[in-house]
């Protein structure tokens, strides 16, 4: 049997165990919390510095921009069997034909090459203004 005194130094211990586990669960919270505000700090200055380059772009700019963009190659793989088909049929070597559907696909993979800098271009719309006026 237990004494009274030493039922009472186990009470103790429990409630120091108890509180240190305590201390641990808050100093977790506080650590996580410190580094959410440590990234927060730093992505506030990587935007302040980008935006003093001139090189944050707008979110929903940028899905307008992957909009443009994806249209513009929607619309030019439609009209790839009109410019290939001409030039394939009545082909009766395959070497000559093959020829021909590798250009098709150059054609269209330059077209998606540079797709990620175009999209995340802040200035996208001068170089479509200068790209049409020199088409015309």
């Known amino acids: 049997m237990m004494t009274e005194v030493e039922r009472e130094k186990a009470q103790w211990r ?37 935006k003093a380059r001139d090189e944050l772009i707008l979110k929903t700019l940028v899905e307008k921009q992957a909009a443009f963009l994806v249209v513009s190659l929607r619309q030019k793989i439609l009209t790839i069997p009109q410019t290939y088909a001409r030039r394939i049929l009545g082909l009766q070597d395959p070497v000559q034909a093959a020829k021909i559907l590798k250009e098709m696909s150059i054609t269209i ?10 999209v995340i271009d802040p200035h996208w719309m001068d170089e479509l203004d200068d790209n049409e006026s020199e088409r015309v």
């Open 109 to 118: 993979l330059n077209e998606i090459k540079g797709l990620p800098q175009k």
């Open 14 to 50: 429990k409630a120091i165990i108890a509180r240190m586990e305590q201390k641990g669960e808050r100093e977790e919270v506080m650590d996580s919390e410190r580094v959410k505000s440590i990234r927060t700090r730093r992505l506030q200055g990587e935007m302040m510095l980008a």
